[in-house]
Each structure stands twice: as structure tokens, then as C-alpha cells.
């Protein structure tokens, strides 16, 4: 998990929507409570937005620079899987490296 501590070199922001109460969200809010704080430690300037919102399907959302935003549907998935997206996210923000 070393992409951890240079998520903030290529996402500008990370967001997590889930419902409080759905059961389709449980694996996202137990992803939420068990990582949020060391994401954050590693990363204090990265915004790590976390919305609740009755009914709404879990998602994962980041935002690169320029404005570009993609979003991963996290329905279904583990925990594991989650923070298998998450990486996958980050690193299709790095800088493309010189050939």
C-alpha cells in the first residue's frame, strides 16, 4: 500500500458516496471507517470528501487536475476490491512518465 502515500501527487480529491442504512453500501462505509484515517494521515491536504445520502448507490469518485473526474460504482464489491479501485483511480492520475 505505498500508493498511499503519494495519492495527493496525482488526485486532487477523493469522494465516497454510500447510503447509511443499504445494505449494497456496507462494504463502502466499512471501507470508509477502516482506511479514512490513514489515507488522511498520509495524504493531510487531500480533500476526502465522504457523502451519505439515503438511497444512493455506492461510489467512488476522484478528481484529477483540469476538472477531470472519474467515478468507479462500488456496488457489490469488498473492501478489498474498494481499495483495489481506489488504486486503480490513483494511478490512472499520474503524469504519463517520458520515453
Given at each position: 500500500m505505498a500508493w498511499r502515500g503519494t495519492l495527493s501527487r496525482s488526485v486532487k480529491e477523493i469522494?465516497?458516496?454510500?447510503?447509511?442504512?443499504?445494505?449494497?453500501?456496507?462494504?463502502?462505509?466499512?471501507?470508509?471507517?477502516?482506511?479514512?484515517?490513514?489515507?488522511?494521515?498520509?495524504?493531510?491536504?487531500?480533500?476526502?470528501?465522504?457523502?451519505?445520502?439515503s438511497g444512493v448507490q455506492p461510489q467512488l469518485w476522484a478528481r484529477y487536475e483540469m476538472g477531470v473526474e472519474r467515478c468507479v460504482n462500488l456496488d457489490g464489491l469488498t473492501e478489498a476490491q474498494i481499495d483495489k479501485k481506489l488504486e486503480e483511480l490513483a494511478k490512472a492520475g499520474e503524469p504519463a512518465k517520458a520515453k
Open positions: 469522494r465516497v458516496l454510500f447510503c447509511q442504512s443499504s445494505p449494497a453500501s456496507a462494504a463502502a462505509r466499512e471501507f470508509v471507517k477502516k482506511n479514512y484515517g490513514d489515507i488522511k494521515s498520509r495524504n493531510p491536504s487531500l480533500p476526502f470528501l465522504v457523502r451519505e445520502c
